[in-house]
């Protein structure tokens, strides 16, 4: 079977969602604040853009002729890569128009949730482009739980450079619960996976044996630790997330079981 | 133009004096096989854009010129194919649908013919070697390589007075007819010295021979008539996957196949039944088998009474010396399986029994192969359709041999004294003390012939159609002996290990490229062998060579050599018809051959079908004189196999993924089979402490190999199996490291020499 | 209607991989590309390793898993069945490795694309047998239409290849049988 290492997708699946996040709190913030929209959002509009570019740049390196991309869009009726592609299309769209929005001082409110909306639904289109009917252990809603585990990891930490200290209680209150939810889940679905086939417990058997999950594990425990709801979260922490979030998808492709890797076998 | 080529990575970073990795030299090797090659490279697929649906799939009958060409492989099924050429391009091969034995479809082997012709590492013009073995080979033209071979011929004559030092290996790398030119040219240079004998079947012909007074088996496509089939120490799901299917109808319409091997091989897989004999018990458990038809009177007494020569004498010595019992214990079957499968193989008819040619690798094959024969003698099925101890024939080899018949230039001296046959395929009559001939040594003692060969020593080696480092026994003294020849010279496709200690390299020919006609050991039919596209880089076929050899020696000194020398290929090949063969296959010419093969028309599918056997006797002769002459007992006897040497037996049979030395070093063959493996039981891994895919050591007195192991039950708990191939330049793993030249009991009475005990081999086995 | 299928027997099957090279030869794949192999059963299947095997390359499902998620339509399902794969509309995304639950898409990193099976049509629309089929010595590799071929002695989901219905690959297997053995030691 492929052994590639699937960096490309690694990171296109990483910073979109991380924009994603930054985009959902983008929009919480200006819907909680009492200043109502504002212009103090615009570097995260910047971040947001710079992201989701970066992100797709990185996914034309997946493909094998990088030119024939723009026909992705061809199988909207069955695959959801496709409408994957386009999901993400107007969300980039969007966020062009919201970064000129608040660019412009006049942010549209409604505007900002849309886009936030439309980068969930991306995200909701890319749990299921990840889903793999090869894929045994992951052929069912979990890609999409731990891709939407990242956004609510990812976006509130890292938002927390763009948010003075003192405002950083919006951001602890969704990132711990989702930390907590984030490690109870890394942690038993692979004592799951146990249980199923042939193929799904290769995965979990992988996925236990493995550095990259442990230590996954271990950035969110430690995340946990250091953020307290109400509290601030350090300057380091966001980093710390970064690099397990990083380790935790690099598990997520190189250590799913393909079912043709089994042919032969006992399913 | 000077190139460079290394023959392994140490090689080519002492040749370039930089760090170029293998995989760029390789690279570097194919633009420049590129350029030189064009337009074979344009077989090799392009980037994007340059294919069409699916990239070069078949493109309609219409877009191919088709020709017939033949399987030139050392192997039963010798397949009738067709080759599809475009715009001078092999695009793709098939089996030839005409032979109803080939039907259509060839092997794992033949389908990667393609990437053979255009492999980047095939030989392309002629090199020499600066320093044997070191890797530095220069490109010279063909010209200078011809000029040095024939001054170096004339040397010999200067020194010796005869061309007796000058040496020729040879053997099945191409069994195309047009290819005895190889001995042709060296009949036509004078008397020389020929390895003779074939480390293949002599034991197993030697025994027939005096059974029967020939090697004749029935044809293959008529077990579809049996009732019972006995495959015994043959392989056909490896060695013969033609024949599978006669054995499978056989076994739709009834019939029973038991599979006798020391191995669960798998045409095991595919038997009723499997019998895990001890090797080198062949022939107590075929003793036992006809004592047992004695005890309940199921031999067929009416055909012995005719037929059998020595019959009585055989059932007194089976009577006084042979028990089930003891057969039963020297062979590791029990006696009630004995009985049974004796008794249900006497009581239908036809029963057969397929004697394989791993059977007779031991000291003592070729009484074993009399011990099978008599007991299927015994049952009254030789002569039957359906029926036979099947081994192989040479029914359909009746051509000219016109590139082999070359006589010696006048003045020739040669050796004087008693020699045997040139080989199995020689139907002469040997030479005498009155006449000259060439000088014979045994070819499966090449190393050690050379280290005793005197007056004159051996001083110059031409080797074609064999890969003697590959192939040849105890490799370490065959290195030895290499060092007393002056020149080297190897004419061959790929540099393998035998190249490698070559002095000077010649390109030759594939079967595409080349006129030739084939025919097979084991089935009846024949197939022309078209020239389908051009010899490519500067390739020559092996006639060429010699016609090219003798037109400049003679003009370094006319007279040197009776080879004709300005040959067209295709016109040799036709020489080699003549009247009997075109009868034998009712034809007119051999141009019938160009709609496809066509079969021998057969008197009767069953050899021996009249009872006239080609013994002194005319019987069948359960007492041969003649095996006496020769050394052997007269009657068929039991005869002790070898002792071990060592603590394990070791078995190095054929893989499937080559031919000896042919296919396995490709890379569309390493794709299904990427590395060598020792195979043991898991008794015996448990004992060592090894798993699957552990490193170990496989040794012995001769020498010692390393390689993975693969833990399986198909291999008894006292036997280390290995398959032989050899799997490229880099990869120094070879079986015969292991395997000594101790010689099998018969072979010389009618190839020349003894062959070799190749299954009688013993070694230790550690982790690495 | 016509529904081509291979039929898979291995009882018959040999082990000999003529089937798999005859494809590389059809279609001079690059080393390392593989449409068609053996792969042999465990020994809870089958109870001897390397001696019983089934012969795959693509199953041409029914509801092929492959067709379904490819974003750029690279591939398409005849009317008789075939699923065919075009190289040239291909990005090689490998988004149908992902979901081909039998491995039957192959990516050449080479070439930049997804190759598979598919099924030789070229050949089989002139009447011919697909390159493997014509190249098994033994009748194991066969080619079947499911809408007419008496396929009742066969199963569709043997042991050692995925249970998938909601595929329905098309393939057809005869399972192997193990003789009576005679060891003389353990």
């Given amino acids: 079977m492929d052994t590639l290492l699937e960096l490309p997708l690694i990171l296109f699946t990483l910073l979109t969602q991380l924009a994603v996040g930054l985009a959902v709190f983008a929009a ?93 639904l991306a995200v909701f289109t890319t749990g299921m482009a990840y889903t793999g009917k090869a894929l045994d252990a992951i052929n069912n809603l979990l890609p999409l739980v731990f891709f939407m585990l990242t956004v609510f990891t990812l976006g509130p930490a890292v938002a927390a450079y763009f948010v003075e200290e003192k405002n950083h209680a919006l ?42 999950h442990w230590l996954h594990l271990a950035a969110l425990l430690a995340g946990l630790f250091f953020v307290r709801s109400g509290k601030n979260i350090p300057a380091w922490l966001p980093i710390v997330l970064l690099v397990g979030e990083l380790l935790g998808r690099i598990a997520f492709f190189a250590l799913v079981v393909n079912s043709g890797a089994n042919l032969g076998g006992v399913y | 133009m000077q190139e460079k080529h290394g023959s392994g990575n140490k090689n080519i970073q002492q040749t370039l004096g930089s760090k170029v990795s293998r995989r760029d030299f390789l690279k570097m090797m194919t633009a420049v096989g590129a350029i030189a090659a064009l337009p074979g490279n344009g077989l090799l697929r392009r980037g994007p854009g340059a294919s069409v649906m699916p990239s070069t799939g078949y493109e309609g009958k219409d877009a191919y010129q088709v020709f017939h060409n033949a399987c030139p492989r050392n192997c039963y099924d010798t397949c009738g194919m067709l080759s599809y050429v475009k715009d001078g391009v092999l695009k793709f091969v098939e089996g030839d649908p005409a032979s109803t034995f080939t039907r259509g479809g060839l092997c794992v082997k033949g389908y990667s013919y393609p990437r053979s ?77 020929r390895f003779v004998g074939t480390p293949c079947w002599p034991a197993g012909i030697d025994a027939q021979n005096f059974d029967m007074g020939n090697m004749w088996c029935n044809d293959p496509e008529d077990m579809v008539h049996s009732k019972y089939i006995i495959i015994w120490g043959a392989n056909p799901s490896i060695n013969s996957i033609h024949s599978m299917k006669y054995i499978n109808e056989a076994k739709r319409r009834g019939a029973k196949v038991l599979v006798i091997d020391p191995i669960f091989t798998q045409t095991a897989a595919k038997a009723n039944e499997y019998w895990q004999i001890k090797p080198g018990a062949d022939g107590a458990l075929a003793l036992g088998m006809a004592r047992h038809l004695l005890d309940k009177k199921l031999e067929d007494k009416a055909w012995l009474e005719e037929n059998g020569e020595g019959y009585s004498e055989f059932a007194s010595y089976l009577r006084r010396e042979i028990t089930v019992d003891w057969a039963a214990e020297q062979s590791g079957i029990p006696a009630e399986r004995i009985k049974q499968i004796t008794e249900e193989f006497a009581s239908v008819k036809p029963a057969t029994i397929w004697l394989g040619y791993g059977l007779q690798r031991h000291t003592n094959g070729g009484a074993m192969v009399r011990a099978i024969d008599a007991f299927v003698a015994m049952t009254g ?79 110059m080696l031409y080797v074609a159609n064999k890969n003697v480092l590959s192939q040849d026994f105890d490799r370490n003294k065959i290195i030895e002996a290499f060092k007393k020849l002056d020149l080297i010279v190897v004419a061959d496709l790929f540099f393998n290990p035998t ?24 089935h009846y039919w024949m197939s022309i062998n078209e020239q389908a596209i051009a010899p490519m880089y500067e390739t ?79 019987k069948y002769e359960f007492k041969s004189a003649i095996a006496e002459e020769y050394g052997h007992s007269a009657l068929v006897k039991y005869k002790e196999p070898r002792e071990a040497y060592a603590s394990y037996r070791l078995l190095t049979p054929h893989s499937m993924y080559g ?64 398959y032989e191939a050899w799997y490229g330049q880099n990869n120094p793993f070879n079986v015969n490291i292991l395997v000594d030249d101790e010689s099998s009991d018969m072979g010389k009475y009618k190839t020349g020499a003894p062959g070799v005990a190749i299954h009688d081999q013993f070694a230790e086995i550690e982790k690495a | 209607m016509t529904r081509y299928a291979f039929s898979v027997n ?97 990516y050449n990193e080479e070439e930049g694309h997804v190759e598979k099976c598919s099924m030789c049509w070229q050949r089989i629309d002139e009447g011919l047998l697909p390159a493997c089929v014509q190249a098994c010595p033994t009748n194991a590799l066969t080619l079947v239409d499911l809408d007419v071929d008496d396929v009742s002695s066969t199963v569709q989901y043997p042991p050692g290849f995925p249970y998938r219905p909601d595929l329905e690959p098309s393939t057809r297997f005869v399972l192997p049988v193990a003789p009576k053995i005679v060891r003389r030691d353990v």
């Avoid at chain 2, 012709?117 to 011809?146: C, F, H």
């Avoid at chain 2, 024939?393 to 051509?399: K, P, R, S, V």
């Avoid at chain 2, 002095?503 to 084939?518: G, H, Y």
Wanted: hydrophobic content about 40%; charged content about 20%.
């Fill in chain 1, 28 to 120: 919480l913030r200006q819907w909680v604040t009492v200043e109502g929209p504002s212009t103090r959002t615009r570097n995260e509009w910047i971040a947001i853009l710079a992201l989701i570019g970066v992100g797709v740049i990185a996914a034309f390196f997946h493909l094998g002729k990088p030119l024939g991309a723009i026909r992705m869009l061809a199988n909207l009726g069955t695959a959801w890569l496709s409408r994957e592609i386009l999901t993400f299309a107007i969300f980039g769209v969007l966020a062009a128009i919201s970064l000129y929005m608040v660019y412009t001082k006049a942010p549209n409110g409604w505007l900002l949730k849309l886009t936030a909306l439309v980068g969930l």
């Fill in chain 1, 171 to 212: 951001l602890t209150s969704i990132l711990f619960p989702t930390l907590l939810a984030s490690l109870i889940v890394h942690f038993v679905v692979p004592f799951i996976w146990l249980s199923g086939n042939a193929v799904m417990k290769a995965t979990g058997q992988n996925f236990l044996a493995s550095p990259l």
């Fill in chain 2, 117 to 193: 012709v255009y492999s980047p590492d095939r030989i392309k013009y002629p090199m020499k070697q600066e320093g044997r073995g070191t890797g530095n080979w220069v490109r010279i033209s063909w010209d200078e390589a011809l000029d040095t071979i024939a001054k170096k011929v004339l040397e010999l004559k200067e020194q010796d007075g005869s061309l007796l030092g000058l040496g020729m290996t040879k053997y099945s790398g191409n069994f195309g007819i047009t290819h005895y030119g190889v001995e042709g040219m060296m009949s036509s240079l004078g008397y020389t010295t």
């Fill in chain 2, 381 to 459: 099925n030789i002569g039957k359709v359906g029926g036979g101890a099947r081994y192989g024939h040479l029914f359909t080899w009746g051509f000219n041999y016109n590139a082999l018949v070359q006589s010696a230039p006048e003045g020739s001296i040669g050796y004087t004294g008693v020699t045997g046959p040139m080989g199995e395929f020689d139907t002469g009559q040997g030479g005498n003390a009155a006449t000259y001939t060439d000088r014979a040594f045994n070819i499966n003692k090449i190393a050690q012939e050379i280290l005793d060969a005197k007056e004159p020593p051996v001083r």
């Fill in chain 2, 499 to 522: 190249v490698e200690q070559a002095d000077i390299v010649l390109p030759t020919t594939t079967l595409f490229e080349d006129w030739t006609v084939n025919v097979s050991y084991w």
């Fill in chain 2, 540 to 618: 020559k076929s092996d006639i060429e060579i010699a016609s090219a050899l003798s037109a400049k020696i003679n003009s370094i000194k006319a007279g040197s050599c009776t080879f004709p020398e300005n040959i067209d290929p295709k016109e040799m090949m036709i020489k080699e018809f003549n009247d009997g063969i075109y009868s034998l296959f009712g034809i007119n010419s051999w141009e019938d051959l160009k709609n496809g093969a066509r079969k021998a028309k057969l008197v009767s599918s069953a050899s021996w079908s009249d009872n006239k056997f080609g013994t002194p006797s005319g």
């Fill in chain 2, 659 to 722: 031919l000896h030395s042919q296919f396995q070093n490709l890379d569309w063959m390493l794709d299904y089979n990427p590395e060598p493996l020792a195979y043991i039981h898991p008794k015996l891994a448990r004992e060592k402490g090894l798993v699957d895919g552990d490193t170990v050591r496989v040794y012995n007195k001769t020498g010692e190999v390393q390689l993975k192991v693969s833990v399986n039950d198909i291999v008894p708990a006292d036997t280390i199996l290995m």
């Fill in chain 3, 10 to 106: 291995a009882e018959l099957c040999i082990g000999c991989s003529s089937c798999g090279m005859a494809c590389k030869n059809q279609y001079n794949l690059d080393p390392g590309m593989v449409w068609r192999k053996l792969y042999p059963l465990s020994e809870e299947i089958y109870p001897h390793k390397d001696r019983a095997f089934y012969s795959l390359a693509c199953n041409h499902c029914s509801q092929p898993a492959c067709l379904e998620g490819c974003p750029v339509g690279a591939y398409t399902q005849r009317e008789d069945g075939i699923v065919v794969h075009n190289e040239d509309v291909c990005i090689g995304c490998r988004n149908c490795l992902r979901n081909c639950p039998f491995g039957a898409p192959r």
